[in-house]
């Protein structure tokens, strides 16, 4: 090899090189833009920080000796308050539970055959009831608590704990009745004719074919409704009567002074009894999508 071609080859050799890191060095800058925090992921963050520094704080305070704002020492005296000497406290848990799981029952009951029966039938008031559902969604709940108050004192029924669980099954309903339809538009209706051709009757394919099917979208609105029951305060409060306060309206009860460090304490276990139930009912669903 003469001089020349060892110059050329050089050449050639650092052009490539020099390409070459060029092109490192596009790679890093792109990769570098890319760590930059956006202006959509700052949004993001405060939003998070914003929804969940409140419960951090309920969380920090339950556990204070003081029922100021004042932090005087970790105790458990609040916990302890809550356990053993709130029984009006209970009562009202006792009775939004109650409420809430009959009231999400009946719904999801209601709901999923109702939508079942829309989704299947064609009859001359469908696009009335399939309008006529969305109401509650829609009405704000002082409107439907004092209609329903105004209605159930003209026909003479006494307020209290049946008053809400209909108030609470109705405006239940819709939410039941969306998340079943969302579920049958995905339905492959061959099946039903496969399990009728196989020899099953309607009722059987409705109990064995269509309702396990549907059962994310049962399981869904049933969840949902309990969760609506539980914390709704409006619709209650103008239907409640003697002995049927739920938890939304003791701890709006007891926080007009001022709020009651057992209040935090029974937060702070409301959160993490949801946050184990979300957990637990979690991989249940996901078994039941994939069926």
Known sequence: MNIKDMVRNTITSLKTGSHAQGEAARHARRAYRKREVSFSQIIFIAAIVFLFLPLLVLVLYSFNASRGMGWTGFSLVWYKE??????????????????????????TVLGTFGAIGVNWYRFKMRNYV????????????????????????GIGIRLGLMTIFIAHT??????????VMARLDEFDFSIIEAARDLGANEAQTLLKVTVPICMPGIVSGFLT?????LE??????FLSGPGSSTLPLYIYSAIRFGVSPVINALSVVMILGTVLLTYLLRNFLKYIAAK
Request: proline residues 4%; neutral net charge; glycine residues 2%.
């Open 130 to 153: 399939q309008t006529i559902s969305f109401l509650p969604m829609i009405l704000p709940e002082i409107i439907i608590g004092v209609s329903l108050s105004i209605f159930f004192a």
């Open 232 to 237: 709704d305060f409006v619709i209650t409060y």
């Open 82 to 107: 809550l356990f053993f000497h709130s029984r009006d406290l209970w009562r009202a848990f006792r009775n939004s539970i109650l409420i809430a799981v009959t009231s999400a029952g009946t719904a």
């Open 170 to 179: 109705t405006f239940n309903l819709p939410f039941v009745f969306l998340m």
């Open 225 to 229: 409704a309990i969760t609506i029951s």
